[in-house]
């Protein structure tokens, strides 16, 4: 923290980040000048402490082993164990994953899955980054008996790291970062591909499907065979939930290639892709070839005209359907996100948020600009903009929703004021204002790049002029000030 404190570049929100540090001075470098600041601090037991107390945790058996007494005649414990048993390489001990669909454990089942844990393997469980439970050091012998018990519980379930395994996050579930609904998209997945039984298809049966709900990636999409994250579109005036495609990522190899990322799609429309997808390399994979392998035969090229006819958003006079998210009846909308609880003040609390659909915006625009739609990054760069300075005026003046009054009101209360252009930000304002009087026309790829820059810009000093505006408001009630 102190490194970065001390070196970070504090310049744009967006480079405020460790891995720029990292990136710039080099691991090596960084690691010596921790070191340095380290060598400075006096010593905290806090920073070590907890090493001894885990090493005396360390886990080993609680049974002497016990071989495994050959098959059992039920068919639901032999595919249980196809594909959540693995060998241990200790004879005569197995490690067994619990499977818990979309990663949900409720808490009785969770007390009585401690109890079943110390039956067999003494106190140690394990999480995994697939949302499951691992028991290590399961006597071969008691498989049967464990998988009774584990059915006991509804946590009998086989395909632990199938294609039915779908990890997703918690999205507009419960992330106010989340743009479509990661885990109403993997829930319908997932109820699809179980009806299939493709768990257990020879080709399909072992890909990774992740989702994110938006970009920051906390689904690991990108290190998924399939993988998707939230986005939206609008068309006349309604918001359609969509999701990014990325094909073709793995975790082998210390995650050695992110996937390609192959355009967005409405959310309604991804088990199609999924179904598209698998059909095909069930039917063209050659000689046992990866996924990945698989994907770059095929190149972007052709993956993506696979998909091509998905991509199109019906209107919403022809049908609603694409603009409702999975699991919800009511129709999609960005400002479902403006949930104003929580702690801090209403007002503030709607402006943070606000702001932060604003930095999806900018996002979604370069996106757009990777994918060539330059007219359509036009619109979103400037929905963008708009969209931060109306996080301020609501922040002052209550909610106002015309474009046209947002800009008047962001006018006359901020530029006019110079409280937006502190620290030389008066330009990035104009951006804004020029842009509401006079759209974009007929964009090329120069021209659009640089409207994503501004409305970075823009933002940039919009979250600058509202982190001051905080701060003032903190110190006049600090003083006492109503
Ligand atoms: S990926 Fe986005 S929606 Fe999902 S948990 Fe992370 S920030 Fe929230």
Known sequence: MRVHSKYGDKSARNKARMKFLVAKLGIEEFARRVGEERAALPHDPRWDGFLDEALARADGPAHPPGRDPGPSPSPDFLAWRRTNVTPQKQPGYAVVAVTLPLGDLSASQLRALADVARRYVGDNVRLTSEQNLVLRWVRESDLGALYTDLCALGLGQPGAGTIVDITACPGTDTCRLGISSSRGLAAELRTRLLAQNLAFDEAVGGLSIKISGCFNSCGRHHVADLGFYGSSRTLGGHVAPHFMVVLGGTERGNAESFGLPLGSIPSKNI????????????????????????????????????????????????????????????????????????????????AQLELAAADRLAWQAQLELEAGAYEQVATTAYAAMLAGARALVHLEDGLIEHPDAIVERFRARFVETGLFAANGAGRFAHYLLSRHASPLAQPDAETAREEVHRAQLFLEAAHACYGRLAAASNHLQSAGVP
């Open 271 to 350: 088990p199609d892709v999924v179904e598209r997808i698998t059909t095909r390399f069930r039917r063209e994979r050659q000689n046992g070839e990866s996924f990945q392998a698989f994907a770059a035969r095929l190149g972007k090229k052709e993956l993506k005209a696979m998909l091509d006819d998905l991509k199109e958003l019906r209107d919403f006079e022809v049908s609603s359907e694409p603009y409702r998210d999975w699991g919800d009846a009511r129709l999609f909308s960005l400002d479902d996100m403006m949930n104003t609880e929580g702690p801090g003040p209403p007002a503030v609390r709607r």
